[in-house]
T-cell receptor, first 114, second 108 residues
């Protein structure tokens, strides 16, 4: 059974039209991450939540926002998608941010911007 | 210099071959090391953690060289199904850094 579930798997939007991607987890992990991955590149961390504490990466554009209403769910909002935001968006969880805790990824949401 | 560097490949090998990838890291305070496997258009999945003394899981052997700041992954008896991108992941404190991945293609 999938433990980190992302919806939708595929999202097509128009330039500038807001998009929300969702992630849910059944692992009861404290940390939830959002990564952006473009073709043939490493996943790039956008931000993460450690419980309710939000941690934004310094180079994450303001266009990207996140919400974590409870332990199980986390959302990625892209306020005004540009062509350069087309990518796979990966949600991941871990028990805590430090030590040898591994990441468990969802299957990803692939965003196309027209 | 990138914090975590990998040869992007592709490494093209015949079935049954032994292949090895290295991953170098720049932060000497790095504490935890992992290899993830990512199939085309899929999510990364943990292949194995890398322990200080080295560790083996079936055909896969991972090693850590702290003095030279690199980790390695050795795959013996390559299978067609091993074709994927192998991502090196390094943790220092709360910071997780991904390498760009090494692409492996195993040919019949």
């Amino acid at each position: 059974d999938a433990m980190v579930i992302q919806n939708p798997r595929y999202q097509v939007t128009q330039f500038g039209k807001p998009v929300t991607l969702s992630c849910s987890q059944t692992l009861n992990h404290n940390v939830m991450y959002w990564y952006q991955q473009k073709s043939s590149q490493a996943p790039k961390l956008l931000f993460h939540y450690y419980d309710k504490d939000f941690n934004n990466e310094a180079d994450t554009p303001d266009n990207f926002q996140s919400r974590r209403p409870n332990t199980s769910f986390c959302f990625l909002d892209i306020r005004s998608p540009g062509l350069g935001d087309a990518a796979m968006y990966l949600c991941a969880t871990s028990r805590d941010p430090a030590g040898a805790n591994v990441l468990t990824f969802g299957a990803g949401s692939r965003l196309t911007v027209l | 210099r990138k914090e975590v560097e990998q040869d992007p490949g592709p490494f093209n090998v015949p079935e049954g071959a032994t292949v090895a990838f290295n991953c170098t890291y720049s932060n000497s305070a790095s504490q935890s090391f992992f290899w993830y496997r990512q199939d085309c258009r899929k999510e990364p999945k943990l292949l194995m953690s890398v322990y200080s003394s080295g560790n083996e899981d079936g055909r896969f052997t991972a090693q850590l060289n702290r003095a030279s700041q690199y980790i390695s992954l050795l795959i013996r008896d390559s299978k067609l199904s091993d074709s994927a991108t192998y991502l090196c992941v390094v943790r220092a404190g709360n910071m997780l850094t991904f390498g760009g991945g090494t692409r492996l293609m195993v040919k019949p």
